[in-house]
T-cell receptor
Framework: SQTIHQWPATLVQPVGSPLSLECTVE??????LYWYRQAAGRGLQLLFY??????ISSEVPQNLSASRPQDRQFILSSKKLLLSDSGFYLC??????????FGPGTRLTVT | RKEVEQDPGPFNVPEGATVAFNCTYS??????FFWYRQDCRKEPKLLMS???SGNEDGRFTAQLNRASQYISLLIRDSKLSDSATYLC????????????FGTGTRLKVLA
């Protein structure tokens, strides 16, 4: 069966510090991968998605970036965090346009 | 009009009640629809998929109304454990691999 991992689970970072969140999927190959952010009490905002290694589509212009160095690895980064980057970051995967499955998420607080 | 719209609630219902939520979507070409359940501070978890007119799983029934462009989720015999936020999701236009999520409907089942 497929599993998706995210780490860390929680993170507190000062404004201006860098960020690196990692997501890995097991049990499948060539998945479509997604990064979402959910602000407190809000809906899911799609940040990036990837349909293959090195292929990244950005949905929202901001100070975040994503990379997919391996088939089942998806990384979300920032060089300098802003207060507005606080939120619940969720990685998800899918095969074709069917069910999407989410990782446990990383709760980021920027102070 | 928002692409996917949900009544935010909260819907407060007594145990044992039947409750229904609607999710309206704007893309008439949409072919698949998904309901997710999200508990507080947790990731969304897939509840049901709808690929034709509807789907049923135990106490949960999802129905699709293509003419009016909405999907509904019906929960019968509500349990305290059903308290959560329910999100609907619709794939974006074919070929983009994007999913559009509603902001969710919050359900509270009261003892």
């Amino acid at each position: 069966s497929q599993t998706i991992h995210q780490w860390p689970a929680t993170l507190v970072q000062p404004v201006g510090s860098p960020l690196s969140l990692e997501c890995t999927v097991e049990g499948t190959s060539n998945p479509n991968l997604y990064w979402y952010r959910q602000a407190a009490g809000r809906g899911l905002q799609l940040l990036f998605y990837s349909v293959g290694i090195g292929q990244i589509s950005s949905e929202v212009p901001q100070n975040l970036s994503a990379s997919r160095p391996q088939d089942r690895q998806f990384i979300l980064s920032s060089k300098k965090l802003l207060l507005s980057d606080s939120g619940f970051y969720l990685c998800a995967w899918t095969k074709t346009l069917r069910e999407q499955y989410f990782g446990p998420g990383t709760r980021l607080t920027v102070t | 009009r928002k692409e996917v719209e949900q009544d935010p609630g909260p819907f407060n219902v007594p145990e044992g009640a039947t409750v229904a939520f609607n999710c309206t979507y704007s893309n008439s070409a949409s072919q698949s629809f998904f309901w997710y359940r999200q508990d507080c501070r947790k990731e969304p978890k897939l509840l049901m998929s709808v690929y034709s007119s509807g789907n049923e799983d135990g106490r949960f029934t999802a129905q699709l109304n293509r003419a009016s462009q909405y999907i509904s989720l019906l929960i019968r015999d509500s349990k305290l454990s059903d308290s959560a936020t329910y999100l609907c999701a619709v794939p974006d236009t074919p070929g983009t691999y994007k999913y559009i999520f509603g902001t969710g409907t919050r359900l509270k089942v009261l003892a």
